[in-house]
């Protein structure tokens, strides 16, 4: 498949985007961007030259991918969620030197209008819930909300919630759940 760029898009020289990847209105993809293939980034994107990006990654209206960022493999960005790269920005002071890395983990998603402050890793199939602030690492399936974000469920990689031990069956496919140090892990 082929990838697709809409005209009012701006693509810098340099950057890379795989196949069947579609860029929508008002993007603008810097230079040094690398995106996967299959992924969808839609209308008022903003993606950072220090960016990577996986294969099959959704990001929503609205949302800027800045500097010093990961978002591996099918990650989901919610509309006007954001990221941060710097933990005390002054408009007066340069501060490019301090960019915290951020990285969103495999399947991990992310609503609408959350903030991740940067430093920070959200585990595999990690879900922070619509508006949430998350100021610490988030442990695999965990479901987060809140300001600041804390847990307050499990969720199985299929996107529905656990029971709240985070053991056992998941109800909608079946997915068995064990405990795994603090979190919990597939069998």
């Not at 209308?43 to 949302?63: F, H, M, P, R, S």
């Not at 988030?138 to 299929?158: D, E, F, K």
Request: aromatic residues 6%.
């Amino acid at each position: 498949m082929a990838t697709q760029v809409h005209p009012s898009a701006i693509v810098d020289a340099g950057a890379q985007i795989g196949d069947g990847t579609r860029v929508w209105h008002f993007v603008h993809v810097s230079a040094g961007a690398r995106i996967g293939s299959g992924c969808s980034l839609g209308q008022g994107v903003y993606v950072g030259n220090d960016v990577a990006i996986g294969d099959n990654v959704k990001i929503q209206n609205n949302v800027s991918v800045y500097d010093a960022v990961t978002l591996e493999d099918d990650v989901f960005c919610g509309p006007s969620m954001v990221f941060t790269n710097v933990l005390n920005p002054r408009s007066a002071v340069v501060r490019k030197h301090e960019y915290r890395r951020t990285l969103v983990r495999r399947g991990a998603s992310i609503g609408a209008n959350a903030t991740i402050v940067c430093g920070v890793t959200l585990g595999e199939y990690a879900f922070v819930g619509a508006g949430a602030v998350v100021t610490k690492d988030v442990l695999s399936y965990a479901l987060m909300a809140g300001v600041p974000a804390r847990r307050i469920g499990w969720m199985c990689q299929c996107g529905e919630r656990l029971p709240d031990s985070g053991v056992g069956r998941c109800a909608a496919c079946g997915t068995e759940y064990v405990r795994d140090g603090n979190g919990i892990r597939p069998v």
